[in-house]
């Protein structure tokens, strides 16, 4: 029995079909380690952020979350798929499980992950003695060890296996994985909102921008006609095509109110609360905002007024700046 599976081992060859799925597999199993690395270490930096990181952009973590999770639910679902297929044909042909591209795809995966593993480390330890070693560096240390860990136990044992044996533990590790990734995704909801609040926050962060331009129209017309504008309508400029930003969700113009001379305030309607996450999860991340950009446009659900008063000195003395004749 032994000899004919060895002499088994030694005529088969890799097909075309054999060489496509075990490099698809491998891609897949790339693409689908450095997704859940990125989202793991976006949860790290949302629950217990850096507080050496002077800005923190909701919108920058939230589009890696989103795209992480993206690839997570497309590419491995699919990648179970081609493993199992893989499988399905060594169960058919014991011979294949010894396929020279199957043995320098999985070593060579061994190897990045090994490699990994030792880069990890060395981080580790340099900034333990740097004396930067944070909680939030270590769990993100951590998160690559054991994913990086669990890729080079599984595919040791994988080129290690009997190849007369039929073990389940192929099973385990796909029903394992697939499980603590779902969980991963799970997360992702209650950490970064539903898809309708996701929308709400963009429509939201679309506000504030539109209410940023506006004050900066506003204090420019200040500066050039030395009063404020009596609606926002005047801010209308044909040399330059500056027209008035509407809401984005509803195209109503934004509420604009002259308090006195110098000061005024602008209102918006919100359909999300900015200082959280996910809107009804209080204080689950910190706001980094070292300067007070953020702070200066804070707002819960519903609508929300900003004022504003003009420094005379500041803005005039910006204002004046006018160049001189070089003799």
Not at 137 to 158: E, P
Request: hydrophobic share 45%; charged share 20%; glycine share 4%.
């Amino acid at each position: 029995m032994d000899n004919n599976l060895n002499t088994q081992i030694n005529q088969s060859k890799s097909t075309p079909r054999d060489v496509f799925l075990h490099l698809l597999a491998i891609v897949l199993l790339y693409i689908g380690i450095f997704s859940l690395i990125a989202l793991l270490w976006k949860y790290v930096d949302v629950i217990l952020p850096d507080q050496l990181k002077m800005f923190y952009s909701y919108s920058q973590a939230s589009a890696v979350m989103k795209n992480s999770i993206a690839a997570l639910l497309v590419v491995w679902p699919v990648f179970i798929f081609v493993n199992w297929l893989i499988k399905k044909n060594e169960n058919k042909e014991v011979a294949k499980r010894e396929l020279k591209v199957k043995k320098w795809l999985l070593n060579l995966t061994l190897f990045i992950a090994a490699l990994t593993m030792i880069i990890d480390l060395i981080m580790l330890i340099n900034n333990f003695l740097d004396g930067s070693l944070t909680l939030n560096f270590f769990l993100k240390v951590l998160v690559v060890l054991v994913v990086a860990g669990a890729v080079f136990g599984y595919y040791l044992w994988d080129l290690k296996q009997d190849v007369s044996k039929n073990l389940p533990l192929a099973k385990i590790f796909a029903w394992g994985t697939s499980s603590l990734i779902l969980i991963a995704i799970v997360a992702g909801f209650f950490i970064m909102g539903t898809p309708a609040e996701q929308r709400a926050k963009r429509f939201d962060e679309q506000r504030i921008q539109n209410l940023q331009v506006l004050q900066s129209e506003i204090i420019n017309y200040w500066q050039v006609k030395g009063s404020l504008p009596q609606n926002l309508d005047a801010l209308k400029n044909s040399v330059t095509g500056f027209t008035p930003p509407l809401d984005p969700a509803t195209n109503l113009p934004y509420e604009y109110n002259i308090k006195n001379d110098l000061t005024f305030e602008l209102c918006a309607d919100f359909a999300s609360d900015g200082n959280d996450m996910k809107v009804g999860y209080k204080n689950m991340m910190p706001r980094f905002d070292s300067y007070g950009y953020e702070a200066n446009w804070d707002h819960g659900v519903g609508r929300t007024c900003f004022e504003r008063t003009i420094d005379p000195d500041f803005y005039k003395k910006a204002s004046n700046n006018v160049l001189e004749p070089v003799d």
